[in-house]
């Protein structure tokens, strides 16, 4: 059974940073397209990053480019989003979500199949 755990959240204030963790069983990591995404109150849940299977390729929503990182560490079955200077409105749950193979709609939930249970960021002064 696939399964997703989200690790590295917390509270940090404006300028700071954070390294969230996805942590896959189940599955062979490389075979995988992982996404981040977040969801604020009363917002839908958005794509933050994405990083290809196999290949590697790795996209970015427009207001975390510069500032987020992801990469893999296939060896320890492991996605990680590096956040640098964050803002108050990266404020949301945090999820990573997995998908066999390609995706063509790297922002889109639906492209999904397994989500980890979320992780909370807060950034305030």
């Known amino acids: 059974q696939v399964q997703l755990v989200e690790s590295g959240g917390g509270l940090v204030q404006p300028g700071g940073s954070l390294r969230l963790s996805c942590a896959a069983s189940g599955l062979v990591l490389d075979y995988y397209t992982i996404g981040w995404f977040r969801q604020a109150p009363g917002k839908e849940r958005e794509g933050v990053s994405c990083?290809?299977?196999?290949?590697?390729?790795?996209y970015y929503e427009d207001s975390v480019k510069g500032r987020f990182t992801i990469s893999r560490d296939n060896a320890k079955n492991t996605v990680y989003l590096q956040m640098n200077s964050l803002k108050p409105e990266d404020t949301a749950i945090y999820y990573c979500?997995?998908?066999?193979?390609?995706?063509?709609?790297?922002?889109?939930?639906?492209?999904?199949?397994?989500w980890g249970q979320g992780t909370q960021v807060t950034v305030s002064s």
């Open positions: 979500a997995s998908r066999l193979g390609l995706v063509q709609a790297w922002e889109a939930t639906y492209e999904y199949d397994y």
């Open positions: 990083i290809i299977s196999t290949d590697g390729s790795t």
